[in-house]
C-alpha cells in the first residue's frame, strides 16, 4: 500500500454566536479554507457547506476570490433553489393575471382565490389549485412556481458577508502590503 500525506495551507474560522446576536438559528460555525487547493467548508449549527473552485497559481488568488464573491455567487455554488416559495409564486401569477387586460374575466375573484390558498400548501398543490382557478381562462404557462435557497443556506451566507469576508479583506490588505 502507498500512502500520501500532505499538509495544505488550511485556515480554520471559528464562530461562537451569543444569543444577542441576530443568528439565533445559528449559535456557531466552523469554516475552514484550504488556501492550496482552493475549498471552502463550513460545519455549522445551520447546515453544512461545501465548494471547491479551480485552482489558479495566481499569488493570492483563492483569497481574493473569496473577497469578491457576492452572496449571490455563494449561494448558487452551496446551495440550491429548493424550497417553494409561496409568497412570491402568488405574487407572480397575479402580476401575470394583471397584465392581461381581457375585460371578460373576473380577475378579482380569480385573484381573490389565489390569495386565499392555504399557507402551508406545497409547489404541486399550487400549481394544481391555481390551474383549476384558472383553468377556463388561461394556459398553464401563466402558473409561476417559484423556487428559493433554504433558510439555513442563507443564514450561512449572511454570516459569511458580515463577519468573514470583512476580515479576509483586511487579511489580503495585508499580504498585498508585504
Known sequence: MKVNI?????????????EEDIYSQCMWAKINLDYDNFTLEAITDCGNFFHKWNVTNIKNGFLKLICK??????LSKISNESVFNLEESITRVIEDLKMCDCSKYDFDEMICKIRSLPSDCDAETFYMSVYSIMDKYFDSESIYIVMDYPKEAKIFVAIFEKYLQPMLLKELKQQDEI
Open 6 to 18: 500532505f499538509k495544505p495551507n488550511i485556515t480554520q474560522y471559528n464562530f461562537d454566536f451569543i
Open 69 to 74: 464573491i457576492t452572496p449571490e455567487y455563494l
